[in-house]
């Protein structure tokens, strides 16, 4: 039976950090359906599928505990803000997408898109492909599948174990491949077969796309001391409850621009690409903010690795505005991630020192999606940069 749960977080939760401990609720425990916190940090409402489980608020409150104890507010760097630039449309561009047809929703945060949105990302994409070419950046492709093997080598695992999603098969076996054949049926959980009847887990589905870039540069010196590529792929990441329209995806497409090479020639040009894509985001007209950001670590290694972030500017983001629920979305990210894949993977400079590694990331889904949130369906509402790159029917 549903019900609902109000708990007193042990420790006042700061609010800079509300929605980041509201999102880790969503893993707590398989009774949670949804959480939300008080935007002041106050009282914690759980809505339950089922009773809750005699250790549920322990669960809750050691996470509370671990997120918020000693954590102090970050200074966060605004490197632009544009959000208050006038657009004409404030209303959830949801609701036409699907009655249109432009969207359809396979599963839990998997869409398909129809011409529209298919149209506009294509946009988007020939830009990127622009600012990938006046950095030199050769195109890539990669594979959908990541290995189990090399994201363990860049500890992903204990960084960011809740939002895994796996690859298995079924176990070379007779018995068992013919047992599934003629016995599994869908219900609503899921898959009536048993996880025995499943392989040992050797890949995942990809939860990025530059990791595939450095994992092939892994074990030897970096070709010529430096390089620039790009690739789009399909990223795959398990929100739990916080999947949610086109926000929030379980299976998202990201295009980047990739840098692999010195300290220098990292840095310089991830800032170099922020000034290039600057302009490119005024003609489109967004309304949107650039801001120094953190990433979704898990509980135990939020705290440390967050303020790490924070304190070597290592992230930023730029957030659109969504109009219609005034909030913003992060539509793509400039990171520098300093010599970590370099140490990690033995990727080494002319000096023998580990290279270091940076990238410009869009998310494609979120891009077509905050601008049509800003500037509506109708193709005449829109800037002509947009308008005038394809015949919209
Ligand atoms: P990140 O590497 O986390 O900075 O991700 C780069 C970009 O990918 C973000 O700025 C988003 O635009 C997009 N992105 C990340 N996670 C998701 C998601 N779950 N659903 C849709 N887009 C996402
Ligand atoms: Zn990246």
Known sequence: MAEQLTLTPVIPIPAHL??????????VDEAIASASIAADGSRIDLQLRAAAPADLEAKVQSVVQDMASGASKPKVEV???????????????MPELEQRGEVHQETNGVYSFGPLLANLIGVFEDYFLELAAEFGAKPQRFP?????????RVNYFRAFPHSLTFATHLREDLHII????????????????????????QALLSPAVCYHLYFGLADKPLPGGQLAATAVGHCFRYESSNLNSLERLWDFTMREVIFVGSREYVLDNREAARQKVTPWLQELGLAYMVESANDPFFVGEFRKQAAFQNAFQLKYEIRARLPFKDSTLAVGSYNYHQDFF?????????????????????????????????YSLDPAQWPAIVREARAWA
Not at 79 to 93: F, S
Not at 144 to 152: D, F, Q, R, W
Not at 368 to 374: E, H, I, M, R, S
């Open 18 to 27: 509300v929605g980041q401990v509201q999102a880790k609720l969503a893993y």
């Open 79 to 93: 490197l632009e803000d544009h959000l208050q630039r006038g657009v004409p449309y404030a209303a959830d561009p």
């Open 144 to 152: 959908t599948l990541i290995s189990a093997e090399m994201l363990g």
């Open 178 to 201: 013919s047992d599934f054949a003629e016995n599994t049926v869908y219900e609503p959980a899921g898959l009536s077969a048993s996880l025995e009847s499943f392989s040992k887990i």
């Open 342 to 374: 370099g140490r990690h993977l033995n990727i080494t400079l002319p000096d023998g020192k580990p290279a270091h590694t940076g990238c410009v990331a869009f998310g494609l889904e979120r891009m077509a999606y905050a601008f049509l949130a800003q």
